[in-house]
């Protein structure tokens, strides 16, 4: 932890007053003890990304395996209803289609705690339209259950539009906090009309806890612990996401973030569950899913090519101070065999840490480090070059948070003390 404090201190070479003292505010507070509560319990979510069942031809109407549904006009689509923007993860987004009524898809959820936040995310658009087909929708999300025949509703009577061409899905996030331990989840397609008709698609559907209060708000990551982009299956299952050298950028996405191969043949990425070929028997820190890429040539550790894993977080505010946790290994492998070189964390161009060679352990590493946010969107990246064959970089578990109020105010105090004293040296 001191390791990463005097790193964010010698970024200064001639400090002013307010730079010394966000800057101390933040050191002093991750020295004082930054215990990272874990943000993120996540809620399993089946077939999060609609994956299942595979090449499905268009325009038919199937049952989603994990999903319910009350009516038989849903299905899932990589062409036919989805027919317009960047699909937000892997090939295929749900649809629920209103010919005649609304239609929905649900599933029930258990072992929720009434006491605490939650954050549900996923990414939506609309078929863009033919025939008696509009090309908008009006949805809802609700929790239904035994006490809530009705439904709480979480976000009512949304309309959206086809986002067209290959632009991105609309993206969408609700915190809330339940009313019962048990719910139904339940997407919503409304009905407007006799003279209407309209397609919802979905897609990246993730749900977890947050974990930390603050009066500055916690900081919302998009798909944090990799879960929006399914369960890969018992045993072992390995989601890749890109799976040919072409890179086709229909397929090659990952909700909420974007990954660059750096320049090496081949390279894959994607998420995997414990025990698969990437992982072996180290336990996935969090959820079900942990992100890898795996390359499959070799550079020097020096070498300009670096693959890179970026997402830009948003809702930050200007010269705030912020916590950072994430986990990170790498490929089991005797000797290091499969250790990936120079891993390095930034944000917003400020570099966080680097590891000149990620050492296998039998578990992964977790770290907490802080940094003062210089405007209000920053550039999160996780990168890695590769000093051998087969190398794989391995995340999960990334969540932001405010310095609480008291350490910041300790922080400033002594900043303030030690600057004066400065001050007088001179």
Request: with cysteine; net charge negative; charged share 10%.
């Amino acid at each position: 932890m001191l390791h990463s404090c005097e790193k964010i201190i010698a970024r200064y070479k001639e400090p002013t007053v307010k730079t010394l003292l966000v800057t101390l505010m933040a050191a002093l507070a991750l020295m004082l003890g930054a215990q990272h509560a874990t943000a993120m319990q996540s809620v399993y979510i089946p077939n999060a990304s609609f994956e299942a069942p595979a090449s499905t031809p268009d325009f038919t109407y199937i049952i989603i395996p994990g999903w319910n549904s009350n009516r038989v006009s849903v299905g899932v689509a990589s062409g036919g209803f989805a027919d317009n923007g960047q699909r937000p993860d892997k090939a295929q987004v749900a649809f629920l289609r209103t010919p005649n009524n609304a239609v929905n898809i649900n599933q029930m959820l258990t072992g929720l705690d009434t006491t605490k936040k939650y954050c549900l995310q996923f990414w939506h658009n609309s078929y863009s339209g033919s025939g008696a087909i509009t090309n908008a929708c009006q949805f809802d999300v609700a929790l239904v259950g035994a006490s809530l025949p009705t439904g709480q509703i979480i976000l009512g009577g949304y309309t959206n539009n086809a986002v067209g061409g290959s632009n991105p899905y609309n993206y969408q996030y609700i915190v809330f906090t339940p009313t019962t331990n048990e719910v139904q989840l339940r997407f919503r397609n409304l009905y407007w009309g006799s003279l209407v008709d309209s397609v919802l698609l979905l897609d990246g559907i993730t749900l977890f806890q947050l974990g930390h209060s603050s009066a500055v708000p916690e900081v919302i990551v998009k798909n944090p612990s990799f879960e929006a982009s399914g369960y890969q299956g018992p045993g072992g299952g390995v989601g890749f996401i890109n799976v040919t050298a072409g890179w086709s950028p229909i397929n090659d996405v990952m909700a909420g973030w974007t990954y660059y191969d750096g320049g090496y043949n081949n390279a894959t990425f994607g998420t995997g569950t414990n025990n698969n070929p990437y992982f072996w028997i180290v336990p996935v820190p969090e959820g079900q899913n942990a992100f890898f890429d795996n390359k499959s040539e070799q550079f020097y550790a020096a070498s300009s090519k670096q693959t890179m894993l970026k997402q830009t977080i948003d809702g930050l505010q200007n010269n705030q101070g912020y916590y950072i946790s994430f986990n990170y290994s790498a490929r089991p492998g005797a000797g290091n065999v499969y250790s990936p070189s120079n891993f390095t964390a930034k944000i917003g161009g400020i570099e966080l840490m680097r590891d000149d060679l990620i050492e296998w352990d039998w578990t992964y590493y977790s770290t907490t480090l802080t940094f003062i946010a210089n405007a209000t969107s920053m550039d999160l990246v996780f990168g890695t070059s590769n000093s051998v064959n087969g190398s794989t970089m391995m995340v999960d578990d990334v969540s932001i948070w405010p310095i609480p109020e008291p350490l910041a105010l300790s922080a400033l105090g002594l900043g303030l003390v030690a600057w004066l004293a400065g001050r007088r040296a001179r």
